[in-house]
């Protein structure tokens, strides 16, 4: 009988070198691993000792980890194609709401005049509901008592006149809004009304720049006129 090689089922330093070398043509990592691990595995197979050959069951794992590997990356691959196309579509599809004011978290109201548009957003009813308007100083111009009031988001105006009956320059002003039920205090979130400028496509989603210089997602948005 001739000389068996390897019969303890390794492979040679030499060969594994010769596998890890340079290659004509790119390919993917998994590709690549393929290569290789067919590579070692025929050549176990073509050095295996008859007397000891390979466990069929050890060949079986080892097949079946390529398998899920390959399975993966192919399944990441997809992953990525179906994200940028739904990302473009989102972006399409937000871009129709360039030039829209929409209502969004902040205590600002730009009073132009004629009037100044903000909200309330609440998240239970409320027994009482009041807006204070103070302007860039902190100085209080105007309470509102808009009473009892059902959850949900409210839409306000104000008309640019104070406490005193005078009328305001244009500008930029703050509010702030305090709700109580059964004599507690309750939530109520204050809204803004900005416009929407333009939108920005990224890696982390479709952001809405906003009139007030900031950005937001459209998960933000609480109304849309």
Known sequence: MGTIQN???EVSQSLL????????????TVEDAQDRFMTLLVTQMKNQDPLNPLDNAQVTSQLAQLSTVTGIDKLNTTLESLMSSF???QSLQVSNLI????????SAIHFDGTGGYFGVELPEST??????IS??????????????????IIPLSWDGYTDTGTKVDSGDYTFTIS???AGEKATANALSLERINSITSSSSGVKLNLSNASSISTNDLKQIF
């Open 135 to 152: 302007d860039a100083a902190g100085n209080k111009l105007r309470e509102i008592s808009l009473g009892k009031q059902n959850e949900g």
């Open 99 to 106: 030039g829209h004011d929409v209502l969004v978290e902040g």
């Open 87 to 89: 990302q473009s579509s």
């Open 7 to 9: 019969t303890n089922n």
């Open 17 to 28: 070198n010769s596998i890890n070398g340079t290659k004509n043509g790119k390919k993917s």
């Open 127 to 132: 027994d009482n509901l009041t807006v204070t």
């Open 179 to 181: 709700a109580t039920t």
